[in-house]
């Protein structure tokens, strides 16, 4: 019986049995079983299992979070009753993922690596919009039109971006998809008088600032670039591009596009006609159930309608009304820090809501609210209230913008009289805010232990007899504090010298990466922010190098070569993680340059890794440095702070 067989049976029994397992995977702390059905699952008893530090369910995954020997405990969990696993790959294979969590994942992979530059193109937008209501800029003016470029560009060239990014998605040339999409909106053929093509006409068609046709493009040339790279020699291996071009730009210039554009006319149609038939009605429903739509997973679907329709040039009145929902989970948030005397709901709660501040409301959604479904439910609340006020105002967003408080220049109208909208955009957000903070406030109190009769007569006992015998107790510490002095005069009479029974360790921890130290709570895993694994610090790297923080031995050495544990002489162990979720990548971008159980010096490398490429497949690189073995080890003192270079002293930590 191995050390972890006991705790692999209990695990495999919490996941519903291993004929409820189609597989299990690992990566540097987590075992990420694919399941035939979750609901078999028992979060409970897992997450109360010693050996389990957490449940993580994502990706179609359900994440068992151990730690730093996952290894060891996988080895056992892959042995109980025939389970058979592997390490982590990119993603689950297609067939034990529903049509709804692919969709999923394919318009996050799609949409989400540009999200950020969308709503940056928005506030350039919303900039300009303000600096000609003031009249600061003119149109005509060279500054005006160079960051109207700026702003406008993005959503100009939109298909490209798309095409690239949906190329990646379906495993096809992520140029060829650029290609794609640069060939449907080429100047030359937009908007032609007079035009036909297979007997089509073709007259008037234009695809700038379109998002659906280069989809549905791609959809069609992914599966044609496989089948010509099969049958194709690798010599001539250029002709499966031209081929795919000559074959899908005429049919998706002709053909595909104009069912594209009616797609999406049709759902833009539809979007105006729920606003039209009773936009306050809406409003109460989208903004009092958007938080149930994204823990659904369906609102991404809304979301692209109303990015693509924002992108056409089209104000939106329905986008706005789902703006007052993340308001409403600040202001439940908040009012909890405020109330709650509960230090480890406290320090969860704080950073929640400043997040939430900025759009990021995902930490206090599920790490505060949904443990307490009463305060969801009042967040739902405060969602549809604010929500309710939008459609009653007729409140409009004119271009993308950023999340939370950066959502206010969508809704400034270049064309002037911006000033009203504005103003309910802002009492939009306060509603939201106070109808989830002021319901909290009233409503919340720290949970207190239930208690039966005879626990609470006994604890009454209890308190008279402590009363009963305080004299007691203080006569005999006066009589232990005389011992402890005649025991301290006899060693020192006797010059017996008297040993001590523990060392006080400190352990210099040097910075293994070069980059900005950021607290732990700053790290996109909730496993790593809310500390799970341990205490430490985490590193955003600016050079591709990690190193050995100080002299020891590798105690595991991931093959994919994300993530490595060090042992120090002195007996500390530290977890050093390169990214979040940069498992998925599978060693591509890594050269790993250590081996497991090799002893290492400090400032030895040991792996390279290639940040530009990490970065544009879409991985954070907030790089986690962890004690795991905080037991003996719980104090950590002396934190760097801003730019270190690898090498610097970090912090120190103390048994």
Not at 277 to 301: E, K
Request: glycine letters at 10%; charged letters at 15%.
């Amino acid at each position: 019986m191995g050390k972890y067989t006991q705790l692999a049976e209990q695990i495999v029994d919490g996941v519903g049995g291993a004929d409820n397992v189609s597989s299990v995977l690992h990566c540097m702390t987590r075992l990420r079983f694919s399941l035939k059905d979750q609901s078999l699952a028992n979060d409970a008893a897992l997450n109360a299992n010693d050996g389990v530090v957490s449940v993580v369910k994502g990706g179609g995954q359900y994440q068992v979070v151990i730690g730093n020997h996952v290894p060891d405990v996988y080895q056992e969990v892959t042995q109980v009753r025939g389970i058979g696993g592997g390490v982590a790959t990119d993603e689950a294979p297609a067939e034990r993922r529903s049509p709804l969590a692919a969709f999923q994942s394919f318009i996050q992979g799609v949409m989400m690596p540009t999200l950020t530059i969308l709503m940056a193109s928005g506030m350039i937008q919303g900039l300009l919009a303000i600096l000609g209501n003031f009249h600061i800029l003119a149109p005509t003016d060279t500054l005006y039109q160079l960051l109207n470029a700026a702003g406008q560009a993005l959503f100009y060239f939109f298909p490209l971006f798309v095409g690239y990014n949906a190329a990646k998605q379906l495993k096809m040339s992520p140029f060829l998809g650029m290609a794609l999409g640069a060939a449907l909106m080429f100047p030359d053929i937009q908007n032609l008088e007079e035009a036909h093509l297979f007997g089509i006409n073709v007259s008037g068609l234009s695809y700038a600032q379109t998002v659906i046709p280069i989809l549905l493009l791609c959809l069609l040339a992914a599966p044609l670039e496989r089948a010509l790279n099969k049958v194709i020699p690798r010599v001539v291996r250029f002709f499966a591009p031209m081929l795919v071009m000559l074959i899908c730009v005429p049919l998706g210039y002709a053909v595909i596009g104009p069912l594209a554009n009616g797609l999406s006319n049709a759902m833009s149609n539809a979007f105006s006609w729920i606003a039209g038939f009773n936009l306050p009605l809406a409003g109460l429903l989208f903004g009092g159930l958007w938080q149930v739509l994204v823990m659904l997973g369906v609102h991404h679907a809304l979301i692209l309608v109303l990015i693509i329709d924002l992108i056409m040039g089209n104000p939106s009145q329905l986008m706005p009304l789902m703006g007052g929902a993340s308001w409403a989970v600040m202001g439940v948030v908040f009012a909890i820090w405020l109330k709650t005397r509960d230090q480890k709901l406290k320090a969860a709660t704080l950073p929640s809501w400043i997040s939430g501040f900025f759009g990021i409301t995902e930490p206090a959604v599920y790490g505060v609210l949904l443990p307490r479904i009463k305060f969801f439910v009042i967040a739902c609340l405060g969602g549809a209230a604010a929500g309710l006020y939008g459609g009653l105002t007729h409140l409009t967003v004119y271009q993308m913008a950023g999340l939370g408080v950066f959502g206010a220049p969508g809704a400034i109208n270049p064309g002037g009289q911006t000033g009203g909208n504005l103003l309910n955009w802002v009492i939009q957000a306060l509603i939201g805010f106070a109808v989830g903070a002021i319901l909290t406030y009233l409503m919340y109190r720290d949970p207190v232990p239930a208690m039966d009769t005879a626990a609470v007569e006994h604890d009454k006992a209890v308190k008279h007899e402590a009363k009963s015998l305080k004299e007691e107790e203080k006569a005999a510490k006066h009589e232990a504090r005389a011992h402890a002095l005649a025991a301290q005069e006899y060693a020192t009479a006797t010059a017996v010298p008297v040993a001590t029974s523990t060392v006080t360790r400190t352990i210099p921890v040097y910075a293994p990466v070069t980059g900005k130290v950021v607290p732990l709570s700053e790290v996109p895993d909730p496993v790593f922010s809310q500390g799970m694994m341990g205490d430490g610090v985490a590193i955003m790297p600016t050079e591709g190098r990690l190193v050995a923080p100080f002299d020891g031995t590798v105690e595991t050495a991931f093959p994919t070569g994300h993530a490595f544990g060090v042992r120090h002489d002195d007996g500390a162990e530290m977890l050093l993680h390169v990214g979040v979720d940069t498992v998925s990548l599978a060693g591509k971008h890594f050269t790993t340059k250590v081996e497991q159980g090799q002893r290492v010096n400090a400032g030895d490398t040991l792996v390279e890794f290639n940040i530009p490429e990490i970065e544009s497949a879409g991985y954070s690189l907030a790089t986690p440095i962890i004690v795991t073995n905080g037991d003996e080890f719980p104090t950590i003192t002396n934190h760097a702070s801003g730019d270190v270079v690898a090498g610097d002293k970090l912090f120190e930590i103390n048994n």
